[in-house]
């Protein structure tokens, strides 16, 4: 009976040591074969493999809000989540829109103080800015009877002071989203068709912003005055100043190509958007 009460308490001895055994973890050495297998197979999966949840913050102006859109949606906005979800490396998009038509540079700035939007901005992947448009139509509306370059250099020196702000402020609150600024386009082309003058004052803003832009980490410029140049009646509300469904369309699809040249996470397809025959 003693013995086999000695023999009852060796095995059960044997099987915690084994239990205990089989519950410690695998130890992460570098040389271990499997740990290096796995690693190899991980550095070759392509990153679509493994969907992503992006979340979207977008600010500024009319642009943004997407006045002009005959389709009832917020502009380009509305399209770019759309193509993001189309994505095979996007799982979920969510989007959180604080664009105000008519806003100028010194108004988003004050809009940033908002608590909503910075604790939105603080959780965003992308975040994407319309701003400068207002600033320039504004200058023109001040000065009606003096458009030369100087009212409008002091615009822009103005803007460009606010700019800085803006850009810092966003930093502050998320340093490793990526921001993107889309560039502004002519607003007076339905006034001023084929002036020379005009199209070297939006050149020139938007140099100024790609300028400052460029001093800032995970920050880009997204240029659009090519897209709607000569295609007014294409892309252009029946205002002349705001984009119709087809200009938003074709400015999602250029905001798409740069988060996709600029973003190395993602594996995006750009497609190819057709171009409307007209803009009613």
């Known amino acids: 009976m003693f013995r086999l009460v000695i023999l009852l308490s060796f095995a059960v001895m044997l099987m915690v040591m084994f239990n205990s055994k089989q519950n410690e973890p695998l130890q992460a050495s570098a040389n ?14 392509d990153s679509s493999f493994f969907p992503r949840d992006l979340k979207i913050v977008a600010l500024g102006d009319s642009l943004t809000s997407g006045f002009g859109d005959q389709s009832g949606n917020t502009g ?53 800015v319309t701003i400068g448009g207002n600033d320039v139509i504004s200058v023109a509306q001040q000065n009606i009877f003096d458009l030369t370059n100087a009212p409008f250099a002091k615009g822009n020196r103005d803007y460009l002071i606010n700019l800085n702000q803006i850009v810092s402020k966003i930093k502050e609150y998320n340093p490793h989203a990526q921001l993107y600024f889309v560039g502004i386009y002519n607003p007076f082309a339905s006034l001023f068709s084929g002036v020379p003058e005009i199209e070297q004052l939006i050149d020139s803003w938007n140099q100024s912003t790609e300028n400052v832009l460029s001093s800032y980490d995970h920050t880009y410029f997204i240029p659009v005055a090519d897209v709607f140049k000569g295609k007014e009646d294409q892309y252009l509300f029946h205002d002349y100043i705001h984009p119709n469904e087809a200009g938003y369309k074709q400015m999602a699809n250029r905001i798409l190509t740069y988060i996709s040249h600029y973003d190395l996470t993602a594996s995006y397809v750009v497609a190819e958007v057709e171009e409307e025959e007209d803009g009613y």
């Open 76 to 128: 380009y906005i509305t399209v770019l989540d759309q193509m993001l979800r189309a994505q095979r490396g996007v799982d979920q998009t969510s989007v959180k829109n604080y664009a105000i038509g008519g806003h100028r540079s010194d108004q988003l700035l004050n809009e940033l103080k908002r608590s909503e939007v910075q604790y939105s901005l603080s959780k965003a992947d992308y975040i994407i």
């Open 32 to 45: 271990h074969p499997y740990i290096e297998r796995k690693s190899h197979i991980l550095k070759k999966v």
